[in-house]
Structures are given as structure tokens and as C-alpha cells.
């Protein structure tokens, strides 16, 4: 009987052990200047991506993709922090953000690919500052 016991203990010890992928939450420090409507849309954005990526990097389907059409309107920091090319990114980012309701996880990776580099794009030329933050984004299978 104790055998049994032990080895339901052991059991135990081992299924509590086994890597369980967890979702951990981005932790957003207040900007002592405030934050305008549109870095709080950008952080909601962030979120979801995570999200996103935890649900595909273990080849699960993305099932309920959040809206953000406010991205087009929101209120910037500052007037300049909205480069001409803004508009063209911010489409290009919504275009891809509506392809993610496919029913192929394949298309869904490679949307959320899109996703990624698009948001890279747009800082690239607006705010380089969260680049090194948003590169983490990328799905661990894809390196480039
Ligand atoms: C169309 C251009 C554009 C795209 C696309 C874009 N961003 Fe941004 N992002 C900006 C601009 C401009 C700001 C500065 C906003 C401000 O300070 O008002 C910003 C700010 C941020 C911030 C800082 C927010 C803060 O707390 O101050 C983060 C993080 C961020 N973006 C992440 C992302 C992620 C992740 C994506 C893709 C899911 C993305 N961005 C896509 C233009 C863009």
C-alpha cells in the first residue's frame, strides 16, 4: 500500500513540475508626461499581440481578433510624433490585423508576421523606442 502511496506522491511531484506555458501581462509604467490616447491604444495593441503570439507560438489558432480602428484617430503625445507615413502604416497594420480572421493557422502566422514587421516599420520612421520591445513579439519559430 505505501509503494502506492509513494508512487502517487511521485506522480504528483512530476505532473506539477511539467513546463506550463504561461501567459505572463507587459507591465506599463505611467509616463509622468501622461499618456495620450494613442500610446494607450499602442499598449492595448501590445497586449493583444502578446496574446496573439502565446496562442500561436503553441500552435493554436488566434479565435477572437480585438478591433482597433481607433488607431486611424487616437490623439498622439505630440502632432509630430504622426509622420506623413502614418496613415499608410496604420492601414497596412489594420489590413492585416482583419486577414487574421482566416481559419488556417498557417495564414494566421503568417499575418501575425506582418503584424509584427509593420508595427516595426512604423517606428521605425515615428518613434524607434519601443522597437526593442515590440522585436520580442515575433513568433519564436520565425527568426528573421
Ligand atoms: C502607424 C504607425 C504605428 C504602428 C503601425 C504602430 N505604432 Fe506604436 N506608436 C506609434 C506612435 C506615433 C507612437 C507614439 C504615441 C504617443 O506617444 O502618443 C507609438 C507608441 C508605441 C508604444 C509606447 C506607448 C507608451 O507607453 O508611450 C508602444 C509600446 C508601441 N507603440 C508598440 C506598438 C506595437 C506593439 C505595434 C504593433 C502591434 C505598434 N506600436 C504599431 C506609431 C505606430
Given at each position: 500500500m505505501i509503494r502506492y502511496v509513494r508512487l502517487f506522491v511521485l506522480v504528483l511531484i512530476l505532473s506539477s513540475c511539467s513546463p506550463q506555458p504561461k501567459l505572463v501581462k507587459e507591465k506599463w509604467f505611467p509616463n509622468p508626461n501622461g499618456e495620450s490616447e494613442l500610446a494607450l491604444t499602442m499598449r492595448d495593441m501590445y497586449d493583444a499581440m502578446k496574446e496573439m503570439k502565446f496562442r500561436l507560438d503553441q500552435?493554436?489558432?488566434?479565435k477572437s481578433i480585438p478591433n482597433f480602428d481607433n488607431l486611424l484617430t487616437a490623439t498622439p503625445?505630440?502632432?509630430?510624433?504622426?509622420?506623413?507615413s502614418f496613415d499608410a502604416f496604420a492601414n497596412s497594420w489594420l489590413n492585416s490585423l482583419e486577414k487574421m480572421?482566416?481559419?488556417?493557422l498557417k495564414n494566421q502566422k503568417e499575418n501575425y508576421r506582418n503584424l509584427v514587421n509593420t508595427c516595426i516599420g512604423c517606428h521605425d520612421q515615428?518613434?524607434?523606442?519601443p522597437i526593442k520591445r515590440i522585436v520580442k513579439l515575433k513568433l519564436s519559430s520565425v527568426k528573421d
Open positions: 500552435d493554436k489558432k488566434v503625445t505630440g502632432l509630430s510624433m504622426k509622420k506623413e480572421n482566416t481559419n488556417s515615428s518613434c524607434p523606442g
